[in-house]
């Protein structure tokens, strides 16, 4: 599972529950888990604020999970996104999407402290992505999800969808060989990476930091 924060926030109300639900309320795939649209559509249209709202998903590697996992899943997100708030202070609505082949929680907060109309600001990036991030590893852990930050769910190769067919194939042909010797033990570090790849011919036309 991955937790991902949009960057939208502004206009109406019906842009992200019809997004999430369809239209009419009947996008193939869809399922209204919490909250009730129209108290969500009224609140945000009723704000004053710049950013209207907070929305997002939490994204699973899985095509399903049990409905009492999924309930426990929202509730610990809710508190870990809006800690100290009792729930009569928040609106929330959640939607699951299971039509891309695997699970999605989607949720909207509007930014309204439900018993002040003051404004609500459940999500800082700078200040939250740390307490976020060390949810999402918690719950992972705890419920042996898929961790796209675990080592061993990492790609060994990323290659642009641009990339032209013979120079992807090219790539992907040095990396399996630069994998081989690593495998071997001929190749321990950066500059060995480094000494291989000129030997084979290559030219190291630039370096970076990381890269």
């Known amino acids: 599972m991955i937790v991902k924060i949009h960057s939208r926030g502004t ?3 019906s842009g992200p529950v019809e997004y999430l639900l369809g239209k009419d309320g009947e996008r193939d795939g869809a399922t209204l888990d919490r909250g009730d649209p129209c108290t969500i559509i009224a ?3 009723s704000s004053p604020y710049a ?3 907070t929305s997002g998903v939490l994204s699973f590697a899985e095509s399903d999970l049990p409905r009492e996992a999924k309930d426990k899943l929202m509730s610990s997100f809710e508190s870990a996104l809006l800690p100290g708030l009792d729930k009569d202070q928040f609106a929330c609505l959640w939607v699951e999407h299971r039509d891309k082949g ?6 909207v907060v509007p930014n309204i402290e439900l ?5 609500l600001q459940p999500y800082f990036d700078r200040v939250d992505r740390p307490r976020i991030n060390a949810w999402q590893t918690l719950q992972n852990e705890f419920l042996k999800l898929k961790d796209p930050n ?6 060994e190769l990323v290659t642009a969808n641009t990339l032209p067919h013979s120079k992807k194939l090219a790539v992907e042909m040095i990396t399996r060989g630069l994998l081989t010797q690593a495998g071997n033990g001929e ?13 084979a ?7 970076t930091k990381n890269s």
């Open 11 to 13: 206009g109406c109300g």
């Open 43 to 45: 609140l945000i249209d």
């Open 51 to 53: 950013k209207k709202y």
């Open 102 to 107: 695997r699970l999605e929680l989607n949720f």
């Open 115 to 119: 018993l002040s109309g003051r404004r």
């Open 150 to 155: 675990d080592p061993a769910n990492k790609q």
């Open 187 to 199: 190749i321990r570090n950066r500059d060995d990476v480094k000494d291989c790849l000129e030997k």
């Open 201 to 207: 011919g290559f030219t190291i036309a630039r370096e």
